[in-house]
């Protein structure tokens, strides 16, 4: 067995630094790629040490690793590879272009700390790392949406079809998505090809940012910072939802959305009225509240 003992305990502490149960200190600041990492490489081996049957799988997959970047790329190469899109392929793929871009690596670690802060469901960084689909999907998108850069379309639009198959999430490859972003639960998720998602936003699953029709050109929602969307909500057409907006599960949106404030309804409405629409201080993006408006229209 390649894992021969498990690393001391690591809890911690109120500045964001980590201290081992052996007294060490690991004072990388939290946002950095190398804290989370070395949470990641933890928890790993906590898991590992724990349940035995994972322990191949975690030291393949992680604890044999020696960055996000390998260790990612090679879990979405073993996720989205096939029988003729080889996973040794999509691995030089993926390092490659996370290593050309260190924005990617900077959004990756954005993408982990959401999910663990806004996800009560979300026991550890390693665990949304290898089990959260919407996480995996928004990760192979960038790479998508940097080969389309590229003008490499064809790989991109491959890329694009296997996380569609194999991740329940069709996000175009031109599409401009921002850094920490949860897609929770992400299933059936949909974003047209010339929608904008800022940064700090949640989606929830089954929404779809799409067009109204076979138009072209600039035709898909733009998606301010901080802004929630509930579960089942389509937003519809080259509109607007303004910063730390609030979209209601279940809506049907086709109109602007102001800052600050909450449409819910099927056609969407706004929570206050069209001309004094109420206004709410919070960031829903990141406090997740889905239900603060109903005691208010």
């Known amino acids: 067995m390649p894992i021969q003992q498990n690393p001391p305990a690591t ?10 149960s052996n007294g060490t200190v690991n004072s990388q600041p939290p946002e950095s790629a190398e804290w989370v990492w070395s949470q990641i490489k933890a928890e790993a081996r906590r ?4 349940e035995p049957a994972l322990a191949s799988y975690l030291y393949s997959t992680i604890i044999s690793h020696a960055s996000l970047t390998r260790s990612l790329s090679f879990h979405l190469g073993n996720k989205l590879c096939s029988s003729t899109l080889l996973s040794t392929l999509l691995y030089d793929l993926f390092l490659n272009t996370f290593s050309s871009d260190e924005s990617l690596l900077n959004a990756t670690v954005a993408d982990l700390r959401a999910a663990r802060a806004r996800d009560p ?10 089990n959260y689909k919407g996480f995996l999907a928004i990760q192979a998108h960038r790479v998508a949406h ?6 490499r379309k064809p790989i991109a639009l491959a890329l ?8 329940s999430v069709d996000i175009h ?18 974003i047209g090809e010339t929608a904008v998602v800022g940064n700090n936003v949640s989606i929830l699953h089954h929404v779809t940012l799409g067009g109204t029709g076979k138009v072209g050109g600039d035709r898909h929602p733009k998606i301010g910072d901080g802004v929630l969307i509930g579960a089942g909500a389509t937003v519809l057409g080259n509109v607007k939802i303004g910063e730390g907006a609030k979209i209601g599960a279940g809506s049907l949106v086709m109109i602007d959305v102001p800052a600050w404030t909450t449409a819910v309804g099927n056609p969407a409405r706004l929570v206050g009225g069209k001309e004094q629409p109420k206004v709410h201080e919070d960031v829903p993006g990141e406090t997740m509240d889905h239900t603060s408006f109903i005691y208010v229209i």
Do not use: M, Q, Y
């Not at 898991?47 to 724990?50: G, K, R, T, V």
């Not at 469901?121 to 290898?130: P, Q, V, Y």
């Open 11 to 20: 809890s911690p502490t109120t500045n964001g630094t980590t201290v081992t």
């Open 47 to 50: 898991d590992a040490e724990s």
């Open 121 to 130: 469901a979300c026991i550890s960084f390693a665990h949304c790392l290898l």
């Open 146 to 151: 940097r080969l389309w850069a590229l003008n």
């Open 160 to 167: 694009h079809s296997r996380v569609a198959d194999v991740f």
């Open 173 to 190: 490859p031109a599409a401009r998505v921002g850094k920490g972003i949860l897609l929770d639960h992400a299933t059936g998720v949909v």
